[in-house]
């Protein structure tokens, strides 16, 4: 049974351009979390996603972030004209259940450089 | 506002030693308490977790003790082994929220 799913790895992106993170949850899993981890930090809850719905995104930017978990496909988190201050590493979990703070499981994350 | 403040930043500790982590909280609504363990280049995974009903739980090397009043918690990783090296994060949570609280991570290295 695989588990939560990221890609790409590694992603390097210079100011300005967009870069566009993807998460594939644990298999019969429709709930995704996305989490920012920046240098030397503890990870930060940006958005919370249902299949089709965002459902809380009381922890992402109000500028330049975006989010969606559509019917088919990985979710994806999107940034706009990425600054440096983007550079840290995004990881996504996903649960079972609704509001499972207690039953994530965290993805390899994505790490996002910003030149 | 960090929700959750974890010492120290990072430990080292012989082999076959205790590896103690504490974290302390204010919200007193968190009613779950997680440990994570993440290696380099990996997502973090839960080691053990404790909700407040109780003052201790044990799985295997791993123990969390719990002070209610004092709206603190440990971790505590007996024997100690070199593959315990990690970054260890607390978090707490409230049931029925979306999100976890982390802490800002405890860099352990176990030396041989």
């Known amino acids: 049974n695989a588990g939560v799913m990221q890609n790409p790895r590694h992603l390097v992106r210079r100011r300005g351009q967009e870069a566009r993170l993807r998460c594939s949850p644990m298999?019969?899993?429709?709930?995704v979390y996305w989490y920012r981890q920046l240098p030397e930090e503890g990870l930060k809850f940006m958005v919370y996603l249902q299949k089709e719905n965002i459902i809380d995104e009381s922890g992402m930017p109000k500028e330049r972030f975006s989010a969606e978990f559509p019917k088919e496909g990985p979710s994806i988190l999107r940034i706009q004209q990425v600054v440096r201050g983007d550079s840290a590493a995004y990881f996504c979990?996903?649960?079972?259940?609704?509001?499972?703070?207690?039953?994530?499981?965290f993805g390899p994350g994505t790490r996002l450089t910003v030149t | 506002q960090q929700q959750v403040k974890q010492s120290p930043q990072s430990l080292i500790v012989q082999k076959g030693g205790i590896s103690i982590i504490n974290c302390a909280y204010e919200n007193t609504a968190f009613d779950y308490f997680p440990w994570y363990q993440q290696f380099p280049g990996k997502g973090p995974a839960l080691l053990i977790a404790?909700?407040?009903?109780?003052s201790e739980k044990k799985e295997g090397r791993f123990t969390i003790s719990f002070n209610k009043s004092a709206k603190q918690f440990s971790l505590h990783i007996m024997d100690s082994q070199p593959g315990d090296s990690a970054t260890y994060f607390c978090a707490a949570s409230i049931t029925g929220a979306n999100n976890l609280f982390f802490g800002t991570g405890t860099r352990l290295t176990v030396i041989p």
């Open positions: 298999k019969g899993h429709s709930h």
């Open positions: 404790i909700r407040p009903d109780v």
């Open positions: 979990a996903s649960s079972p259940r609704p509001a499972a703070s207690y039953e994530q499981y």
